[in-house]
């Protein structure tokens, strides 16, 4: 257990769906992150959010729109998604909220395909 | 461009020592950090190197050396559990970002 949860942990959607991920960390931390990770390659990051407020916003899709309630929830909602986004996507936190990263702390993913 | 290079898979026998290498391209960076993903797992913090030199956390260490620009992760007395991904990260200073290795797949045969 990492002090990092995330729901569901496998979801299967057609393109047409609109999901949700939900993330939660019970670490006390200040930034959270979404990365999606995809076979053999870098983890690639999409959101980060600091003290509750978007800082990174990768290049990412609008199909894929986070939403940071608290410093202790993150979500992504999914909707009208393609099949290249089926991958496993992670969540993670760390503790410093000036950008430093010297560690964090992943969740166990959600694995999702679109058909 | 900013990039770090791992091999994708290494072998290894029961209870002996193996050395994962991580070579990178950068101008500047503050740290290489080391990660542990089992299969369906998180990916699980090992080590940071701010400094050139050898940190060592029980079984595993981890070494930086920035005139080489190359670091490592050695895991001795390897145990079945060990059998995992291993992926390097280098915090460069920009916001919130690491760059992340592709990993290397740790097989340890008995």
């Known amino acids: 257990e990492t002090g990092v949860t995330q729901t569901p942990r496998h979801l299967v959607m057609g393109m047409t769906n609109k999901k949700s991920l939900k993330c939660e960390q019970h670490?006390?931390?200040?930034?959270m992150y979404w990365y999606k990770q995809s076979a053999k390659k870098p983890l690639e990051l999409m959101f980060v959010?600091?003290?509750?407020?978007?800082?990174e916003n990768n290049s990412v899709p609008s199909r894929f729109s986070p939403e940071c309630p608290n410093s202790s929830h993150l979500f992504l909602h999914l909707h009208t998604l393609q099949p290249e986004d089926s991958a496993l996507y992670l969540c993670?936190?760390?503790?410093?909220?000036?950008?430093?990263?010297?560690?964090?702390?992943f969740g166990p993913g959600t694995r999702l395909l679109v058909l | 461009g900013q990039s770090l290079e791992q091999p994708s898979e290494v072998t290894a026998v029961e209870g002996a020592i193996v050395q994962i290498n991580c070579t990178y391209q950068?101008?500047?960076?503050?740290?290489l950090s080391w990660y542990q993903q089992h299969d369906g797992g998180a990916p699980t913090f090992l080590s940071y190197?701010?400094l050139d030199g050898l940190e060592e956390t029980g079984r595993f260490s981890s070494f930086l050396s920035r005139s080489d620009s190359y670091g490592y992760l050695l895991l001795q007395e390897l145990q079945m559990k060990d059998s995992a991904s291993y992926f390097c990260?280098?915090?460069?200073?920009?916001?919130?970002?690491?760059?992340w290795g592709a990993g290397t797949k740790l097989i340890i045969k008995p």
């Open positions: 990260a280098l915090f460069t200073g920009s916001n919130y970002q690491l760059i």
């Open positions: 993670a936190s760390s503790p410093d909220a000036s950008g430093r990263i010297e560690t964090q702390y």
């Open positions: 190197n701010a």
């Open positions: 959010y600091s003290l509750e407020e978007r800082v």
């Open positions: 670490l006390g931390h200040n930034a």
């Open positions: 950068t101008s500047g960076f503050y740290g």
